[in-house]
């Protein structure tokens, strides 16, 4: 026990002290950043190029496509399920294919389900 108050008192004098807890609280910051973060970053950017290109010469492109792409994310909670959305409305219907037999997902269920939130999108965004 003596020892270990030596260590505090040690610990607490010069400053070291200040030194943990700035690495303590630059370590904690690091890991809230990182959990933060979009998985689905990459696929909403590939998805919002995609609905971009198909709006054509329209004025308000990229605006409606920023919506099209959140309200697909919100829409479609699973990731297997919106990765097959991204890929169905950038590659086609056999690339898709090829993604739901790999999965191994339920075709009808996968279909239903982006079917909904393309409608969805469709209403809230006024594509």
Sequence with gaps: MLLYSCICVNVMQGGNMAKL????????????????GDPRADEKAKLTEAVVA?????????????????VLSESLEDDNTFSAAVIFLTEGEEA?????????MDVDATDEAVTAAIEKADTECEI
Excluded: P, Q, S, W
């Excluded at 807890?21 to 933060?36: N, R, S, Y």
């Excluded at 898709?96 to 191994?104: C, G, P, Y």
């Design 54 to 70: 198909d709006l054509g010469d329209r004025e308000d492109a990229a605006d409606v496509a920023e919506c099209a792409v959140g």
């Design 21 to 36: 807890k700035t690495i303590f609280l630059l370590v904690l910051a690091g890991f809230i950043l990182v959990g933060c």
């Design 96 to 104: 898709v294919m090829k993604f739901l037999e790999e999965n191994e």
